[in-house]
């Protein structure tokens, strides 16, 4: 059965650094389908924080801009989401997505930024 799930969330202080992964399994593969790192806080939509089609440079939107670099491991099917500097209003749940036919998603994995 394909699925993604992510890992690297935690508590951090406003500043510091996380690095979150999404290991891809089941038949799904980031070196073949576009994918994207996504984050969530209660009462808000689902915001894209790092897009990337196979063969192209990562996107990274304005607001994150400087501060978070997506990355990937073809070998272990996995991808990286490097945080930088995080800020207290970065706090969300954030997720993976793979697009191959249909969208799949992980479960998600909790970043607090707090003093």
């Known amino acids: 059965q394909a699925q993604l799930v992510e890992s690297g969330g935690g508590f951090v202080q406003p500043g510091g650094s996380l690095r979150l992964s999404c290991e891809a399994s089941g038949g799904i593969f980031f070196a073949k389908s576009p994918h994207f790192w996504y984050r969530q806080t209660p009462g808000k939509q689902r915001e894209v924080v790092a897009a990337?089609?196979?063969?192209?440079?990562?996107n990274i939107p304005a607001s994150v801009k400087g501060r978070f670099t997506m990355s990937g491991d073809n070998t272990k099917n996995t991808i990286y989401l490097q945080m930088n500097d995080l800020k207290p209003e970065d706090t969300a749940t954030y997720y993976c997505?793979?697009?191959?036919?249909?969208?799949?998603w992980g479960r998600g994995t909790q970043v607090t930024v707090s003093s």
């Open positions: 997505n793979l697009f191959n036919k249909k969208n799949y």
């Open positions: 990337n089609t196979p063969g192209r440079p990562p």
